[in-house]
């Protein structure tokens, strides 16, 4: 079973799942759990209906008794914990956290560099150094994406602001003022390969 990554914290755990099967696999196991699956069964585009159907198996592989609810165009899980979910190419995510959190992975592409002036800045690029500058523009664009899916809707990229970033422990410091506070955000933010990963640590 292609289960590429997991991680446990105290507050929530993240598993990634590199799909290898078609999506007749994870239809077939998400009808045998009796999970609904009509949403999955109206998306079109082929690679985003499996990246549907891995990222809810994956789901239940983590939290057997979900049920998918959706609140406010985010998904939640009844009587359970946060969950949010992310994909990119091959690989689906999951996190499962006690409290409201985000979830970004991204595999390098080269159009964040055409679309570098949307989501940040050159301070923020000089502050993250990596092996090179995709990587780079990757792990902002995940620590950011994570961020935005904290709150659901209403946040800019540009408004969150990345502080810091250690690579020894693989947090990034992120600012961003909502309301008249000014609040402060923990995220885990790493490579694996070609690819970049974020979340809220809450």
């Not at 009796?34 to 549907?52: M, T, V």
């Not at 008794?65 to 165009?73: E, S, T, W």
């Not at 995709?134 to 209403?154: M, N, Q, R």
Request: overall charge positive; proline content about 4%; charged content about 25%.
């Amino acid at each position: 079973m292609p289960l590429s990554y997991y991680r446990s914290h105290d507050s929530c755990e993240v598993a990634l799942w590199s799909i290898e099967e078609d999506i007749e696999f994870f239809r077939s196991a998400l009808l045998r759990e009796q999970f609904p699956i009509s949403k999955g069964e109206d998306i079109n585009h082929p690679e985003q209906a499996i990246q549907w159907f891995a990222s809810r198996f994956l789901l239940l592989q983590s939290h057997p008794a979900a049920i998918d609810f959706y609140i406010n165009r985010k998904p939640h899980l009844y009587n359970g914990p946060k969950i949010s979910f992310s994909h990119s190419g091959k690989t689906v995510g999951v996190l499962l956290s006690k409290h409201d959190s985000g979830l970004d992975i991204q595999y390098f592409d080269e159009k964040l560099k055409r679309i570098k002036p949307k989501f940040t800045t050159n301070k923020e690029t000089g502050l993250i150094r990596t092996g090179s500058k995709i990587a780079s523009l990757s792990l902002i664009w995940s620590v950011k994406e994570a961020i935005f899916k904290l709150y659901g809707t209403g946040v800019p990229f540009l408004s969150i602001n990345i502080v810091s970033y250690d690579p020894i422990r693989k947090i990034a410091i992120a600012k961003l003022e909502r309301g008249k506070s000014m609040i402060t955000h923990s995220v885990q933010a790493h490579f694996i390969g070609d690819m970049s990963l974020a979340y809220v640590l809450e």
